[in-house]
């Protein structure tokens, strides 16, 4: 199993970023795809998932309204649409999927918001 994530960067307070997934050696299509971060000095949290069928998805409060998750199963990606981003937001953003009960990271991409 590999995970890429790329798209973070520096961004302005209000600003977006889109976020990308690139998955590999599983059957992306047939597992929910998780999005997670972690801000200097806290924990590792849990921001979105998106489940296999598209259809349903999940969002923490303080990112609902904000962010969108997505994911196309013909290019094996999943994406975190990133709006009205604020300071709080700036974290290490990482990939995650649970695959035969094992839990599998990419390295993770930087988004930092500020002026």
């Known amino acids: 199993v590999q995970l890429v994530e790329s798209g973070g960067g520096l961004v302005q307070p209000g600003g977006s970023l889109r976020l990308s997934c690139a998955a590999s050696?599983?059957?992306?299509?047939?597992?929910?795809m998780n999005w997670f971060r972690q801000a200097p000095g806290k924990e590792r949290e849990l921001v979105a998932t998106?489940?296999?069928?598209?259809?349903?998805?999940y969002y923490i409060p303080s990112v609902k309204g904000r962010f969108t998750v997505s994911r196309d199963n013909a290019q094996n990606t999943v994406f975190l649409q990133m709006n009205s981003l604020k300071p709080e937001d700036t974290a290490v953003y990482y990939c995650n999927v649970i695959f035969r009960a094992s839990d599998y990271w990419g390295r993770g991409t930087q988004v930092t918001v500020s002026s």
């Open positions: 050696g599983f059957t992306f299509s047939s597992y929910s």
């Open positions: 998106i489940n296999r069928s598209y259809g349903d998805t």
